[in-house]
Protein backbone atom coordinates (compact mmCIF):
# COMPACT_ATOMS: atom_id res chain seq x y z
CA UNK A 1 0.00 0.00 0.00
CA UNK A 2 1.11 3.51 -0.28
CA UNK A 3 2.59 5.98 2.06
CA UNK A 4 1.02 8.78 1.15
CA UNK A 5 -2.28 8.44 -0.54
CA UNK A 6 -4.51 11.41 -1.82
CA UNK A 7 -8.07 11.70 -2.70
CA UNK A 8 -9.52 12.46 -5.36
CA UNK A 9 -7.49 11.67 -8.00
CA UNK A 10 -8.99 13.41 -10.86
CA UNK A 11 -11.93 16.08 -9.81
CA UNK A 12 -13.50 18.39 -12.40
CA UNK A 13 -15.60 21.35 -11.01
CA UNK A 14 -17.07 24.53 -11.86
CA UNK A 15 -16.04 28.14 -11.02
CA UNK A 16 -17.62 28.87 -7.37
CA UNK A 17 -17.95 25.44 -5.93
CA UNK A 18 -16.45 24.61 -2.72
CA UNK A 19 -14.14 21.47 -3.39
CA UNK A 20 -11.66 19.63 -0.54
CA UNK A 21 -8.46 17.54 -1.63
CA UNK A 22 -7.41 15.24 1.10
CA UNK A 23 -4.41 13.15 1.88
CA UNK A 24 -3.50 10.69 4.26
CA UNK A 25 -0.25 8.93 5.28
CA UNK A 26 1.05 6.47 7.31
CA UNK A 27 4.49 6.72 7.24
CA UNK A 28 4.14 8.47 10.86
CA UNK A 29 5.81 11.71 9.44
CA UNK A 30 4.79 14.69 11.62
CA UNK A 31 5.17 17.28 9.00
CA UNK A 32 2.90 17.62 5.70
CA UNK A 33 2.47 19.59 2.96
CA UNK A 34 0.58 20.85 -0.15
CA UNK A 35 1.93 22.13 -2.85
CA UNK A 36 0.38 22.99 -6.36
CA UNK A 37 2.03 22.26 -9.75
CA UNK A 38 1.87 24.57 -12.86
CA UNK A 39 3.98 23.70 -16.35
CA UNK A 40 7.17 25.81 -15.97
CA UNK A 41 6.62 26.92 -12.32
CA UNK A 42 7.32 24.01 -10.43
CA UNK A 43 6.32 22.68 -6.94
CA UNK A 44 4.57 26.10 -4.99
CA UNK A 45 4.10 25.40 -1.58
CA UNK A 46 0.45 26.36 -0.55
CA UNK A 47 0.14 25.61 3.45
CA UNK A 48 2.38 23.41 5.16
CA UNK A 49 2.30 22.01 9.40
CA UNK A 50 4.25 20.52 11.51
CA UNK A 51 1.89 18.98 13.88
CA UNK A 52 -1.30 18.79 14.26
CA UNK A 53 -1.31 22.76 16.02
CA UNK A 54 0.71 23.97 13.61
CA UNK A 55 -0.17 25.61 10.50
CA UNK A 56 1.89 27.99 8.00
CA UNK A 57 0.63 29.43 4.75
CA UNK A 58 2.93 29.19 2.11
CA UNK A 59 4.09 30.74 -0.91
CA UNK A 60 0.34 30.89 -2.68
CA UNK A 61 -1.69 30.55 0.05
CA UNK A 62 -4.49 33.05 -1.23
CA UNK A 63 -7.77 31.25 -1.94
CA UNK A 64 -6.40 28.24 0.27
CA UNK A 65 -7.69 26.92 3.17
CA UNK A 66 -6.59 23.48 5.21
CA UNK A 67 -7.10 20.96 7.79
CA UNK A 68 -4.82 19.33 9.91
CA UNK A 69 -7.59 16.59 11.27
CA UNK A 70 -4.90 14.24 13.00
CA UNK A 71 -1.08 13.44 12.00
CA UNK A 72 -2.02 11.29 9.15
CA UNK A 73 -4.56 13.32 7.58
CA UNK A 74 -4.02 17.20 6.02
CA UNK A 75 -7.14 18.41 3.74
CA UNK A 76 -6.78 21.22 1.51
CA UNK A 77 -9.95 23.08 0.74
CA UNK A 78 -10.61 25.69 -1.91
CA UNK A 79 -13.61 27.68 -0.62
CA UNK A 80 -14.77 29.16 -3.79
CA UNK A 81 -13.30 27.61 -7.32
CA UNK A 82 -11.72 29.44 -9.59
CA UNK A 83 -10.35 28.83 -13.38
CA UNK A 84 -6.77 29.51 -12.54
CA UNK A 85 -6.73 27.01 -9.35
CA UNK A 86 -6.43 24.37 -12.24
CA UNK A 87 -3.23 22.65 -11.61
CA UNK A 88 -1.43 19.57 -10.35
CA UNK A 89 -1.79 19.36 -6.42
CA UNK A 90 0.90 17.21 -4.19
CA UNK A 91 0.22 16.12 -0.87
CA UNK A 92 3.83 15.60 0.75
CA UNK A 93 5.18 14.40 4.47
CA UNK A 94 8.91 14.33 5.74
CA UNK A 95 9.29 13.55 9.36
CA UNK A 96 11.83 15.91 11.29
CA UNK A 97 14.38 13.76 13.26
CA UNK A 98 16.29 10.49 11.72
CA UNK A 99 18.99 10.24 9.31
CA UNK A 100 16.37 10.52 6.31
CA UNK A 101 15.25 14.25 8.41
CA UNK A 102 13.39 16.77 5.56
CA UNK A 103 13.61 14.49 2.95
CA UNK A 104 9.86 14.86 1.01
CA UNK A 105 7.89 11.80 0.35
CA UNK A 106 5.13 13.25 -2.20
CA UNK A 107 1.48 11.60 -2.58
CA UNK A 108 0.50 10.53 -6.48
CA UNK A 109 -1.45 14.10 -7.06
CA UNK A 110 -4.62 15.23 -7.66
CA UNK A 111 -5.83 16.66 -11.00
CA UNK A 112 -8.39 19.65 -10.60
CA UNK A 113 -9.93 21.42 -13.18
CA UNK A 114 -12.44 24.21 -12.45
CA UNK A 115 -14.57 24.91 -15.49
CA UNK B 1 13.46 33.52 -3.60
CA UNK B 2 12.90 30.54 -6.19
CA UNK B 3 16.43 28.76 -6.79
CA UNK B 4 17.08 29.11 -10.59
CA UNK B 5 18.07 25.44 -12.46
CA UNK B 6 19.88 25.55 -15.80
CA UNK B 7 19.55 24.37 -18.31
CA UNK B 8 15.86 24.80 -18.60
CA UNK B 9 15.67 21.67 -21.17
CA UNK B 10 18.44 18.70 -22.54
CA UNK B 11 18.25 16.11 -24.60
CA UNK B 12 20.61 13.39 -24.85
CA UNK B 13 21.52 9.87 -26.34
CA UNK B 14 21.93 7.15 -24.52
CA UNK B 15 25.12 7.06 -23.03
CA UNK B 16 26.18 10.81 -22.61
CA UNK B 17 26.40 12.83 -19.66
CA UNK B 18 24.48 15.85 -18.46
CA UNK B 19 24.67 18.05 -15.46
CA UNK B 20 21.90 20.29 -14.11
CA UNK B 21 22.38 23.31 -12.25
CA UNK B 22 20.45 25.11 -9.23
CA UNK B 23 21.82 28.37 -8.23
CA UNK B 24 20.22 30.23 -5.31
CA UNK B 25 20.13 33.68 -3.86
CA UNK B 26 20.32 32.96 -0.23
CA UNK B 27 22.83 31.66 1.75
CA UNK B 28 21.54 27.77 1.93
CA UNK B 29 21.52 25.35 4.91
CA UNK B 30 20.37 22.14 2.24
CA UNK B 31 19.89 21.18 -1.40
CA UNK B 32 17.42 18.63 -2.25
CA UNK B 33 16.52 16.43 -5.20
CA UNK B 34 14.02 15.33 -6.78
CA UNK B 35 12.63 13.27 -9.94
CA UNK B 36 9.46 13.55 -11.61
CA UNK B 37 8.58 11.19 -14.23
CA UNK B 38 5.74 12.20 -16.18
CA UNK B 39 2.52 11.66 -14.79
CA UNK B 40 4.07 10.43 -11.48
CA UNK B 41 5.26 12.21 -8.01
CA UNK B 42 8.46 13.49 -7.72
CA UNK B 43 10.91 11.25 -6.24
CA UNK B 44 13.74 12.03 -3.85
CA UNK B 45 17.34 11.62 -5.23
CA UNK B 46 19.67 13.37 -2.86
CA UNK B 47 20.03 15.69 -0.12
CA UNK B 48 23.42 17.71 0.08
CA UNK B 49 23.76 19.53 3.49
CA UNK B 50 25.90 22.60 4.48
CA UNK B 51 29.82 21.06 5.73
CA UNK B 52 29.69 18.54 2.83
CA UNK B 53 27.53 15.66 3.89
CA UNK B 54 25.41 13.83 1.33
CA UNK B 55 22.58 11.43 1.63
CA UNK B 56 21.08 9.68 -1.05
CA UNK B 57 19.22 6.65 -2.55
CA UNK B 58 20.79 6.35 -5.62
CA UNK B 59 24.08 6.16 -7.50
CA UNK B 60 24.26 9.74 -8.19
CA UNK B 61 26.68 12.76 -8.09
CA UNK B 62 26.35 15.92 -7.09
CA UNK B 63 28.01 18.93 -5.30
CA UNK B 64 26.98 21.53 -3.06
CA UNK B 65 28.94 25.49 -3.33
CA UNK B 66 28.10 26.95 -0.24
CA UNK B 67 29.48 30.41 -0.79
CA UNK B 68 28.26 30.22 -4.13
CA UNK B 69 24.92 28.94 -3.20
CA UNK B 70 25.09 26.59 -6.07
CA UNK B 71 24.23 22.74 -6.79
CA UNK B 72 25.09 20.87 -9.35
CA UNK B 73 23.07 16.87 -10.04
CA UNK B 74 25.73 15.16 -12.59
CA UNK B 75 24.03 12.31 -14.73
CA UNK B 76 26.60 10.40 -16.42
CA UNK B 77 26.53 7.68 -18.53
CA UNK B 78 22.71 8.52 -19.27
CA UNK B 79 20.19 6.03 -19.07
CA UNK B 80 16.55 5.89 -20.92
CA UNK B 81 15.51 5.74 -17.21
CA UNK B 82 16.85 9.20 -16.34
CA UNK B 83 14.03 10.90 -18.71
CA UNK B 84 11.90 13.26 -16.61
CA UNK B 85 12.07 16.55 -14.70
CA UNK B 86 14.40 17.29 -11.96
CA UNK B 87 14.35 19.75 -9.81
CA UNK B 88 16.08 21.18 -7.09
CA UNK B 89 14.17 22.35 -3.48
CA UNK B 90 16.51 25.06 -1.35
CA UNK B 91 15.95 24.99 2.16
CA UNK B 92 17.79 28.22 3.57
CA UNK B 93 17.53 27.55 7.33
CA UNK B 94 17.91 24.10 8.18
CA UNK B 95 15.19 23.88 10.64
CA UNK B 96 11.73 23.93 9.37
CA UNK B 97 11.98 21.10 6.54
CA UNK B 98 10.40 23.91 4.04
CA UNK B 99 11.55 23.60 1.06
CA UNK B 100 11.52 26.21 -2.44
CA UNK B 101 11.68 24.48 -5.37
CA UNK B 102 13.26 25.15 -8.71
CA UNK B 103 11.09 25.77 -11.86
CA UNK B 104 12.32 22.31 -12.95
CA UNK B 105 15.13 20.53 -15.85
CA UNK B 106 13.35 18.44 -18.36
CA UNK B 107 15.76 15.73 -19.21
CA UNK B 108 14.92 13.67 -22.59
CA UNK B 109 17.30 10.28 -22.56
CA UNK B 110 16.74 8.91 -26.66
CA UNK B 111 18.05 5.72 -27.75
Known amino acids: DADVTQTPRNRITKTGKRIMLECSQT?????MYWYRQDPGLGLRLIYYSFDVKDINKGEISDGYSVSRQAQAKFSLSLESAIPNQTALYFC??????????????FGPGTRLTVL | QQPVQSPQAVILREGEDAVINCSSSKALYSVHWYRQKHGEAPVFLMI?????EQKGHEKISASFNEKKQQSSLYLTASQLSYSGTYFCGTDPSGNTGKLIFGQGTTLQVKP
Open chain 1, 92 to 105: ATSDRTGYWRDTQY
Open chain 2, 48 to 52: LLKGG
Open chain 1, 27 to 31: KGHDR
